[in-house]
């Protein structure tokens, strides 16, 4: 499995698959809105806006590969002591097959190369079949709105590993030093074997 910044134009793509898993989701129901197929125009426009997939343009997004194929998505949004995973969606026909917790896995690797305490994210909460793969994954809820559950992992850092990084990488997260650009975020996205 491969993880792929997305850049330039690719991001339209990424808008647009994200799109289509979550409409091929159990019943639709990773969208705000769930249309007939023959609206889908005008569903894909109500994802667009109602969802944050505009600000999606501005986050950290990457393509999940199994060879050339792409088979998921995510997108991070870096917060003072969390990592929000900010999109997640992977291909109807690569579901079930454990995807999902791997790309968890390597961005919670992330928030801990950062020095981030928790992992967060937004669940529509009609979503069922995602708030059971996050709380599966350890994720609990903190807090419940009118059309969004709250959810939460904390990371367990040890604070010897992250001054090994910090030596590697010349800076301390608990010292405030660790770089946490997106220069950084991809060059931990871009080591191998992860």
């Not at 809105?33 to 569903?43: G, M, V």
């Not at 999606?56 to 991070?76: D, Q, S, W």
């Not at 030596?167 to 301390?172: A, I, L, R, V």
């Amino acid at each position: 499995m491969q993880f792929e910044a997305v850049r330039g134009i690719k991001r339209l793509q990424f808008l647009l698959l994200e799109y289509r898993f979550f409409k091929d989701s159990e019943e639709g129901s990773a969208l705000p809105l769930s249309l007939p197929w023959f609206l889908s125009p005008l569903s894909l426009m109500l994802h667009i806006v109602k969802s944050r997939a505009l600000a999606l343009l501005r986050l950290p997004c990457y393509f999940v590969k199994l060879e050339t194929k792409i088979v998921g998505l995510c997108a991070i949004q870096e917060h003072h002591e969390s990592l929000l995973v900010a999109s997640l969606g992977v291909a109807k026909e690569y579901r079930r097959l454990g995807i999902t917790t791997r790309i968890l896995g390597y961005i919670e690797t992330i928030a801990k190369h950062m020095g981030k305490r928790w992992l967060e994210t937004l669940v529509l909460r009609k979503n069922i079949p995602a708030q059971r793969l996050y709380t599966r994954y350890g994720f609990t809820f903190t807090q419940s709105e009118r059309t969004h559950c709250i959810m939460r992992k904390e990371t367990r850092i040890d604070h010897r590993v992250l001054c090994l990084i910090a030596e590697k990488e010349g800076s301390c997260g608990r010292c405030r030093h660790l770089d946490t650009s997106a220069n950084t975020m991809s060059s931990i996205i871009a080591e191998p074997g992860v």
